[in-house]
Structures are given as C-alpha cells and as structure tokens.
C-alpha cells in the first residue's frame, strides 16, 4: 500500500479549522507516546489537537508498594528473580532492583519468560521467580509457561503477578472521570492484536466517543488522527481498526484462549488511579500453587509515593511532563525518581528523550 503522509497532514490541518473548540485525544498505550514524541507528531499537529498520554505503559501503572514487595522477595534465601529490563531500575520507596542486585540478591534480567522455566529446570535446588508484567500483550507468554511448568512438574518456578488489562482501564477513565474532557481515543494495536476490537466497542458504542484501534509508524497515527476528526465533524462515533495488518475484530482466539484457561479477571491496583474493577488478571485456583504472592506470604507493605513526582497525574492525563517540578532536573533517565521517566514506554521518559526542547513553547505541548 502506497502512503501519502503529506496529503494526511494537509487534510487534518484542513478539517481541524472545521473544529469549534480544541479536542483532546487520548493515546493510551505507551508504545504510541513514544512514537508520538520520536517522529514530532505532536509537532506537526494543529494547534488545536491536543495528545494525551494515558495509563499504557505496564510499568508506570505497578504499584510503589508492589515493587517494595519484589525487593524484599528479591532478599529472601534461594530465591532468584527473572525479569524485563525496564522493572530493574524502577525506584521503590527505598531502593531499586538493580542496586539490590549490586548487594548480592539473585535478579536477572530477561527477554522471554521460557529463560525463567529453563533456570528453574536447570537450578532445582533454586525457587524461581519471573516478575510478569504487561497488558494482554505479554499475558499469553505468561499463561503459555505456566502451563508448560504444570506439564512438566516443575515445583520450584513461581510468576509475580502483575498483569492488567487495558479496556477497563478506558472505562474507567470515561466513567469516572469527568475532568480530562477526552474526546477520543488513539486504542493500542499490540493489545488489540490479541483481544481483538469488541472489548474497545463500549468507546464509541456507550460514551459515544471515536476509537481507533491504531498501528505504530508516524502515518499509522496521523491516519486514526484523520479518522478521528472525520467522526467527530461528522458526529459518528465509531471503534474502527486502522491497524489492519495486524487486528482482527475477533483477535487471536489462540492467545484469548490461553489467557482465559490460566487467568481470571479480577479488581487490580493501578498507580496513579487507585482500584479499577475488573482491570487484573489472577491465577486461577488450580494454577495457584505458582503464585509467589501466596507461597512466599510476602508482606502487604504500605509505601508513599515519592516526594514532588506527578506521575499519577500524568497516568491519567491531567498533567504533562513539563508540569511537573522535577522533570528534566532531579529527574532524569539516568536518574529517576518516578516509574514514568524509567520505562522505555514512559511519558516522561519520551518527553525527555524527544520533547523536552520544546518546552518553552506551549503551542507545541
Ligand atoms: S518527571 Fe520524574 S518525578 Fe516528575 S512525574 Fe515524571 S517521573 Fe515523576
């Protein structure tokens, strides 16, 4: 297919003069605010358009108190923790997982939950336990191991639970909260890959805004742009799936299947925004002799968020990097004091990396 970003650009720039007031619309994934902030989308957007980054980053949206729990798991005897990257240098209230591994405690650091099984197969005198983190994505990837340790009677490999799903979280933002405006939704297509678009049907169908399930190259976000603005002129909200290389209304049946055999939905804590019914995956009650919560009886431990970081604000879109105080001075990547300048698919993190020269343009943020 043949794409002409130049005639996308100039065709929103001439609907947008048709819009009476300013629109916001909500990026929800992580993944998008990142290409967003790399190829100067924001930039190249009237004025009138305003982006939102929303709570899709699987990281920024673990709880402080969960990541004090995995550190002192981390210290416990025998016990060896795998790991995605991004989780290691995400501060607790006291420390991190990459300095606690500097003091001796067993945390590697890994690219595919298998790593964890193959060690624990491979170390059974160790108690093994992989951080699993992630929206519907990486949910499959955990359900699939799982099931292979039950098949293969391995008894000393454990998953952190920390996976969530992300269309309760947009009905809760819809639902609950009247003051971000948003008018439409830029949806995840990673995570649509795997649902499928229904679960995003209730945007369009209940609270009558425009969602588009959208791919990650520059032309794949300015075309749900486009999209977005030809529902909203014409007053005919939709969930529509731009990224059809890849979703399927239906989406991976495989994938669903295997989520739905392991895990259960349940309430789940999301940083920033609190309790959101329906928004966590559990272990089912045969799968829970590999849950590390409730074999290693972690402690709850009750932790506050670091001093001056506005990251739950930024979670939930009422405020931008720039708005807050620490943002690019005592937070920095090499130096963060919250979860969203950590992640490779954090706000601040991509504001820092590809925004933050304009900063003293407010037109541009
Ligand atoms: S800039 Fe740092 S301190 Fe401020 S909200 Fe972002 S992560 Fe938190």
Redesign the pocket.
Known sequence: MTVNINKTISEIKHLSRKLPSVINLMEVCGTHTMSIGKNGIRQLLPENINLISGPGCPVCVTGINEIDQIIELSSLKDIVIFTFGDMLKVPGSKTTLFRQKATGSAIKMCYSPNESLKYAMDNPDKKVVFLAIGFETTAPLTAAVIKNAEKNNINNFYIYNLHKTVPSAVFFLLDKDKKLNLDAFICPGHVCAITGSRPFDFISDKFKKPAVITGFTPYDILESVLIILKQILSDNPETVIQYTLAVREEGNIFARNLINEVFENQSSYWRGIGIIEDSGLSLKSRYMSFNAKKVFNINTIDTKE?R????G??LLGE?K?FD?????G??TPEN???????SSE???AAY?KYERLSKNDPGKR
């Open positions: 670091p001056y970081c506005d990251c604000k930024i405020k990097p807050c105080r620490l943002f690019a005592k937070c963060p004091v919250g979860p969203c300048m950590v954090g706000t601040c820092y």
